[in-house]
């Protein structure tokens, strides 16, 4: 008998042994693609503690059970939660929409947008004969198991294609909604392809029930090309039961610039991975996550930056607020390979413990075999500082909002860290108004 | 005239540790008490007990602010009913800009009084007027609270939130530390501005020189933990030529 038959499968396992088994015969090239990545998956189980990558995060344990992929949501019912959404003080005008996983063109808006944008349905183009699907072009070689769980299991996303030179003004929105009052699973796949030199902005923005045990995975392939400059920022709003899974592939050309910012309200159990390859010169990427977590909600930040070649610079800034009895997991990677001389690589994670049973767990890891690197990463956790809510109170600012306020503080440097005013400006303002909400439970 | 502040057998300590042993202490509305004395002799437990730091407990006496229970309430509701400290060591508050925290803390007051809101606009207004008295410069009111300012600044900035607050009982805890001539005179100034009537002052300092800026009403000597000698304005000129020798035993016995 050998070791996989051995293993005992949990209820989600041999769920998702069948729905594998499942997947549509053909000989097509996408469904190949299903059909390999979903195995792999079967044939290692759900990634347990045993599994390095997954020690804090035991997505084994955390899947009872795998949950019925979600009907179409009510027209009426996700109109309403369309409309409901928050637009990011206005910023978010142009709107790529997805409702319970599939492209809804009729509550998008896309008018307006710049010319040099090319958007289409992968879902619609999947069902063209010998379509040519972009997706697994930056993923291939990359064995993470949540990943391949989404290239298994895809329903539908967005080609996003930006011309080279392009400067897109005003931002693209991409919003992932769930509408349901039961359990379901919820599973999204984007690639983006920035032109040489264009200059674009991204919003990511993910919500859904409370009290709802959703599943909700989504992965974006995102291809940078020399010289070009992107900024992503996404916020994290998934109900407080929900499950969250979520990968980010990025490959960066030569002269080209990354800054992502990922502002986290957490889920029951939440992960945001993110796998960056420089593959040309003198290339920046900047990482900002800003989490803030209540309740006993489990969150965690996966980002391995891999420094291929010479010359380019990556910095990280994790920071998370920890209320009550949650968790925040933080694994920072930063590999230097052999050739990449004057890298320059630096991750910094930064935790405040508000709840008694609060947590925050730190992992970083330097693989350098580069002699000529600048590398290094630091890591502090601690309590609000005393003595400033001490000062604060004697001005007359009440304890609670002097807490919120050098929460608010904590977590914006962070946000601002993104580099650009309006997007910093608008999730700061998400971030207060979140914090009020979550002191004004507390009193 | 009614008693501003009356602190009466006050006995307060840290840890295992008393470093108050019962001390009084009554400032008249109106009125400027400087307080000196000793390191160590127990000012700024005083000051910090007044603005109600929790690190301190106290185990013995009263202090009352209007003939309210100061003890009863907490540092905010101090401040609200008309307490202000300004500190001997002004806090740091990175990622807050000084304006955020001035108006933050007027609204709260404003609030907890029942009073109506400041438009921002004469909040702005009424701020930009007292910094420029203090020669604090817009480009400050920006930055986070006391962050990477030197220490003239910090006691500046104290200054001015007190102007901003308009406090009925202000405690200066050696803002004359760390400043240098001119500063001194300007942040006398600043003090002196808000005597008024209504308003009392505790202001503690080892320096005859502040003295001579801020002239108080009555003088104080804080030894071991009490009030030991209080006297009018000369009583500090004969600090300054003879110390606090004659004091400690004072305090012991
Ligand atoms: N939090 C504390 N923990 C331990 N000891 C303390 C604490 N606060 C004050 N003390 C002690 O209490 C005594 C009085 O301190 P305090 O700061 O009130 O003196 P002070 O009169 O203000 O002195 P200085 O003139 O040097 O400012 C000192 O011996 C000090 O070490
Ligand atoms: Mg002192």
Redesign the interface.
């Known amino acids: 008998m050998n070791a996989e038959m051995r293993r005992r499968l949990t209820a989600a396992e041999e769920d998702l042994a069948s729905r594998v088994a499942a997947l549509p015969e053909g000989s097509d090239r996408l469904g190949d693609q299903r059909r390999a990545a979903g195995a792999s998956v079967v044939a290692t189980g759900l990634p347990s503690r045993r599994v390095e990558a997954y020690k804090y995060t035991d997505l084994r344990a955390a899947f009872g059970a795998l949950a019925p992929v979600a009907p179409p949501a009510d027209t009426i019912a996700a109109a309403a939660a369309v409309a409901a959404a928050w637009d990011w003080d206005g910023l978010a005008a142009r709107r790529i929409v997805f409702v319970n996983g599939r492209f809804e063109p009729g509550l998008s808006t896309l008018a307006g947008l710049d010319g040099a944008v090319e958007i289409a349905s992968l879902a619609e183009r999947a069902r063209l004969p010998d379509a040519d699907l972009p997706i697994g072009r930056l993923a291939a070689g990359n064995e993470d198991p949540v990943l391949a769980l989404n290239t298994a299991f895809w329903q539908d996303g967005v080609v996003i294609r930006v011309a080279a030179g392009a400067t897109v003004a005003e931002p693209i929105a991409i919003l992932s909604l769930v509408v349901a009052d039961a359990a379901v699973a919820v599973t999204t796949r984007h690639v983006v392809e920035v032109g040489a030199g264009a200059t674009v902005r991204f919003l990511e923005h993910h919500a859904g029930p409370a009290g709802i045990a959703y599943q909700a995975s989504g992965a974006i392939e995102l291809d940078i090309a020399d010289g070009a400059r992107v900024t992503w920022a996404r916020l994290q709003e998934e109900g407080p039961a929900a499950l969250h899974l979520s990968t980010l592939v990025a490959r960066l050309g030569a002269g080209s610039a990354l800054d992502r910012l990922s502002v986290n309200f957490g889920a029951a159990l939440s992960r945001d991975q993110g796998f960056v390859d420089f593959a040309g010169r003198d290339s920046r990427v900047g990482f900002e996550a800003a989490t803030h977590l209540d309740g006993r909600r489990h969150s965690d930040a996966t980002l391995v930056m891999n420094h291929a070649v010479p010359d380019c610079a990556s910095k990280e800034r994790f920071r998370a607020v920890v209320a009550d009895e949650a968790r925040s997991v933080v694994q920072g990677k930063i590999c230097v390979a052999p050739q990449a001389q004057r890298t320059d690589g630096r991750m910094m994670t930064q935790a405040i413990l508000t709840g008694d049973g609060a947590e925050a767990i730190n992992k970083p890891e330097l693989e350098i075999f580069a002699d000529d690197v600048q590398c290094g990463h630091g890591a502090t956790s601690g309590r609000l500082d005393e003595?400033?809510l001490?000062?604060?109170?004697?001005?007359?600012?009440?304890?609670a909002?002097?807490e919120a306020?050098?929460l608010?503080?904590?977590l914006?440097?962070a946000i601002e860290g993104v580099g650009d005013e309006a997007i910093a400006e608008a999730l700061t303002a998400r971030l207060r108004a979140r914090l009020a909400a979550i002191g004004g439970e507390a009193t | 005239m009614t008693n501003l502040l009356e602190v009466r057998n006050l006995h307060a300590s840290v840890g295992e540790r008393e470093i108050l042993h019962g001390l009084n202490l009554t400032i008249g509305a109106g009125e400027v008490h400087a307080v000196m004395g000793p390191n160590g002799s127990g000012k700024s437990t005083l000051s910090h007990v007044l603005a109600g730091r929790d690190d301190y407990e106290v185990t013995d006496g009263t202090i009352t602010l209007d003939g309210q229970d100061l003890l009863e309430l907490e540092p905010e509701e101090r401040a609200a009913a008309g307490v202000f400290l300004a500190l001997q060591y002004p806090v740091e508050i990175p990622g807050v800009a000084n304006m955020t925290f001035l108006k933050a803390a007027l609204t709260a007051q404003r609030k907890a009084r029942g009073e109506p809101d400041l438009s921002t606009a004469d909040f702005m207004k009424r701020v930009r007027a007292e910094a420029d008295k203090l020669g604090i410069s817009p480009e400050m009111l920006k930055r986070p609270v006391n962050v990477g300012f030197s220490g003239g600044e910090k006691k500046r900035n104290e200054i001015l939130q007190m102007a901003v607050l308009s406090p009925r009982l202000c405690v200066l805890d050696e803002t004359d530390s760390g400043l240098d001539i001119d500063a001194l005179r300007i942040v006398a100034d600043g003090v002196n501005a808000l005597r008024s009537p209504e308003r009392g002052m505790l202001v503690i300092t080892h320096y005859q020189r502040l003295l001579d800026l801020i002239v108080p009403d009555v003088v104080h000597v804080l030894s071991g933990g009490k009030i030991v000698k209080t006297g009018g304005p000369g009583l500090a000129l004969e600090l300054e030529e003879r110390g606090y020798a004659e004091y400690l035993g004072a305090a012991a016995a």
């Not at chain 1, 001490?390 to 304890?399: L, S």
């Open positions: 003595t400033a001490f000062y604060m109170r004697t001005r007359g600012i009440p304890k909002v002097a306020l050098l608010e503080a904590f914006a440097e």
